[in-house]
């Protein structure tokens, strides 16, 4: 696993440590990072929510964005993220929060003006955090919310008022963005 795009292009990024946490491949975050750009997104303030390894938040920074939170509840993955920015050099623009969804809904500053989400595809209660978190005053008017699921799971049509704007599939993972 590697850093795609930006300041941090080609820098390797470690792996998830043990079971449980399904890192977002090269070719997905190229695909969402291609998207987000063409939809002129602003990158300010970015909240990269089921972190993992902290890859999606990474290429987020990599490619200018100017701050990012991640919020990840598994501690040793708290501290792979924190290698990873390390690694780098991207810690100053960052924060890690061991949390889980539910209380960094609590405990977090908005706005954001990106959420990139990628939840345990089992997660129920995923969707019902999302859409909560998907309103003012945690995240911008006009911020985009990207939600990347299991293609046996139908994205949901609105999460907190913001509409589906498009699907795309690779494999078994699908990612949806949200306006």
């Known amino acids: 696993m590697r850093v795609i795009g930006g300041s941090a292009r080609g820098r390797r990024l470690k792996g998830p440590q043990g079971p449980g946490t399904r890192p977002t491949s090269d070719l997905v975050r190229g695909v969402i990072f291609d998207i987000l750009q063409s939809m002129g997104i602003d990158l300010s ?14 290429e987020a920074l990599s490619r200018g964005a100017g701050w990012c939170d991640f919020v990840e509840r598994n501690r040793r993955s708290c501290g792979t993220i924190r ?39 089992a997660d129920e209660r995923a969707l019902e955090d999302l859409d909560v978190l998907a309103t003012p005053p945690l995240i911008a008017p006009d911020a985009v919310l990207v939600l990347e699921h299991s293609r046996r ?27």
């Not at 780098?88 to 990139?116: E, F, I, M, N, R």
């Not at 690779?170 to 990612?175: A, E, S």
């Open 153 to 179: 799971k139908e994205a949901p049509p609105a999460l907190g008022g913001r509409a589906l704007r498009q699907t795309r599939r690779h494999g078994d993972t699908c990612v949806s963005f949200y306006r």
């Open 45 to 58: 303030r970015v909240l990269d929510l089921y972190a993992g390894t902290g890859a999606l938040g990474i």
């Open 83 to 121: 290698q990873n920015l390390a690694a780098t050099g991207l810690a100053a623009k960052a924060a890690v929060h061991a949390l889980s969804a539910t209380q960094a809904l609590d405990q977090l500053q908005g706005p954001y003006t990106l959420v990139l989400a990628d939840p345990p595809y």
